[in-house]
């Protein structure tokens, strides 16, 4: 899987960010990161059309990690976060949650975390190993 193929998807769902802060480098970083956190939390796809939906939700999560990449840039170059900045982290963080929620082998928070209260709950099994009373 050649990740770099996924940049202009990156790139499209941010078609308002001036390419001059933001490059192709810096996606691809994002894309490495989005692919490692989703293969790490989801069930491994087997089909293409799994594939096909696993990559989407990898590019969601690369596109919100690169609008995080891009309002940094922007706030040390600018001196301050572009206005709508922090309507659209939400919005992108929402969709990348909906996205891998339904893929994910486990929980996740809104804040795409691993919901550890949640599977704290999960009664577990437990099995031991001893000595059996019948003889061979």
Known sequence: MELSNYIFDVRNGL???????????????????????????CVAPTTDEQMNYFMEATVALATYYNYLTYTSLAEKRLGELPPTSYIRIRALKAKAWSFLALISKYPLTEDLVI??????????????????????
């Open 15 to 41: 078609s308002d960010i001036d390419i001059s802060y933001d490059g192709d480098d810096l996606i691809y970083n994002d894309l490495k990161s989005a692919f490692s956190f989703a293969s790490n939390i």
């Open 115 to 136: 919901d550890t209260s949640l599977m704290e709950r999960t009664p577990g099994m437990g099995f031991a190993s001893m000595d059996s009373v019948i003889s061979l």
